[in-house]
């Protein structure tokens, strides 16, 4: 929330005209600025080779990581990544105006990915790469993500996530990956609270 802050206390002192659009507005939200990446600038730059906008692509949004930590329990703030080496949980997310088809295949066979979720996979463990998929108990089974090797022991995953209205991608790493469904409704949270009809 420090940046938060720092926009708070810059407006009061300077009374910056820039300070009065306090949300970005994209699609059916409008998003408070201390949510809004710095990635985002890049759609000032559509004329530009250099820059690249998938067709689609509303925002990317960040949570910090201790914020995403104080209010998911069991997500970490850091997590190690490789021996000795800590990385910190910021959590960056894509926001996609659109729907994806995150539907599976019935004709092969799937594995439990890890314990203690529903998440299943039909690649081989000795793969650097997995799609995975949420089983549930009952119901249709769904695409959930795809999981990188980091060859260090652990993986970086990129969890899809159909909303009503978009989709959102966001990574997680090894350690935060048993937490995906609080993550998950965290960030429905978020959108539902940013719904600009709500204001």
């Not at 802050?5 to 600025?33: N, R």
């Not at 990385?87 to 019935?106: E, M």
């Not at 959930?144 to 970086?156: A, E, K, L």
Request: with cysteine; glycine share 4%.
């Amino acid at each position: 929330m420090k940046r938060h802050m720092v926009a708070i206390l810059t407006c009061a002192l300077f009374s910056l005209p820039a300070c009065s659009q306090q949300h970005l507005e994209v699609g059916d939200w409008c998003i408070p600025q201390e949510f809004v990446s710095p990635a985002n600038s890049v759609s000032n730059n559509l004329n530009d080779e250099n820059f690249d906008e998938a067709p689609g692509d509303l925002a990317t949004l960040y949570f910090e990581a201790d914020y995403v930590s104080d209010r998911v329990d069991g997500y970490k703030a850091q997590v190690e990544v490789a021996e000795g080496l800590m990385l910190t949980q910021a959590l960056h997310v894509n926001l996609h105006g659109h729907k994806r088809d995150l539907s599976s295949s019935n004709n092969v066979e799937y594995r439990s990915f890890l314990d203690s979720t529903e998440l299943v996979t039909a690649d081989p463990k000795n793969s650097s790469e997995w799609n995975l998929y949420h089983q549930p108990t009952t119901g249709a089974m769904s695409f959930w993500g795809v999981c990188h090797d980091n060859f260090q022991g652990g993986y970086t995953c990129m969890r899809t996530l159909q909303d009503e209205r978009a989709s959102l991608t966001y990574n997680l790493e090894k350690p935060n990956l048993k937490v995906y469904k609080e993550v998950d409704e965290f960030l429905a949270r978020h959108l539902t609270s940013w719904m600009c009809s709500s204001r």
